[in-house]
């Protein structure tokens, strides 16, 4: 079974400064997706970005990207700028590359992120 | 952009009763899937569906059940409900690709139900 592993439950950062949360998985396949998504305290599951494993250019998405290490089975995000909008709970995910492309999604326990003005 | 349409929003129920959980798919996406939150907890994978057919299944009780029907909305039923089943559901809803291979298919999230038993 796939595991996905954030170490960090918490993480706090000035406002403008760059922060970089880590995750780490474990599975046995090779072609598989990453996630990372965000929930604030609305409790609403927001997609900040993605990664398919096939690629070896890092994703980005504005002021968020991704350091993805496969070998290493690393996949850490990094917000550049941070602004008191990012302040939420960021959970790590993994997905399966199937040819269905119905499979669960499973998640790491989350990094609490704080924003400190 | 039309999302992922949940309802009811809040449900207060009793221990050993019976609770339906409503999906409405993004129009045009083909498959839905139910998560279980926790307080303070991860979303559980429960169940997909893709073409109205049972896809993948991870950790749903047996005393749940789930369907999707003919215009692609999905229920999640709870019977004997535990006073464990407290937590916040999510739907979520993706469009397979149509060719085979890898599929890139993103899934985007509802609002949440959240469940309160007493």
């Known amino acids: 079974a796939q595991t996905v592993t954030q170490s960090q439950p918490e993480m706090s950062v000035q406002e403008a400064e760059t922060v970089t949360l880590s995750c780490t998985y474990d599975?046995?396949?090779?072609?598989?997706?990453l996630f990372w998504y965000k929930q604030p305290p609305s409790r609403q599951m927001i997609l900040v970005i993605r990664?398919?494993?096939?690629?070896?250019q890092n994703a980005t998405e504005n002021r968020f990207s991704v350091n993805f290490q496969k070998a290493a089975k690393s996949f850490s995000l990094k917000i550049s700028d941070s602004q008191l909008g990012d302040a939420a709970m960021y959970f790590c995910?993994?997905?399966?590359?199937?040819?269905?492309?119905?499979?669960?999604?499973?998640f790491g326990k989350g990094t609490h992120l704080i924003i400190q003005p | 952009a039309a999302g992922v349409i949940q309802s009811p929003r809040h449900l207060i129920k009793e221990k050993r009763e019976t609770a339906t959980l409503k999906c409405y798919p993004i129009?045009?996406?083909?498959?839905v899937y139910w998560y279980q939150q926790g307080p303070g907890q991860d979303p559980q994978f429960l169940i997909s569906?893709?073409?109205?057919?049972?896809?993948d299944k991870g950790s749903i009780p047996d005393r749940f059940s789930a369907q999707q029907f003919s215009d692609y909305h999905s229920e999640l039923n709870m019977s004997s409900l535990e006073l464990g089943d407290s937590a916040l559901y999510f739907c979520?809803?993706?469009?397979?690709?149509?060719?085979?291979?890898?599929?890139?298919?993103?899934?985007?999230f509802g609002p949440g139900t959240r469940l309160t038993v007493l």
């Open positions: 990664q398919e494993a096939y690629k070896q």
């Open positions: 995910a993994y997905r399966l590359a199937s040819g269905g492309g119905a499979d669960g999604l499973t």
């Open positions: 569906f893709y073409e109205k057919m049972q896809s």
């Open positions: 979520a809803s993706s469009l397979v690709p149509l060719l085979a291979g890898p599929s890139t298919d993103t899934q985007y």
């Open positions: 129009p045009r996406h083909d498959t």
């Open positions: 599975t046995s396949e090779s072609d598989y997706y």
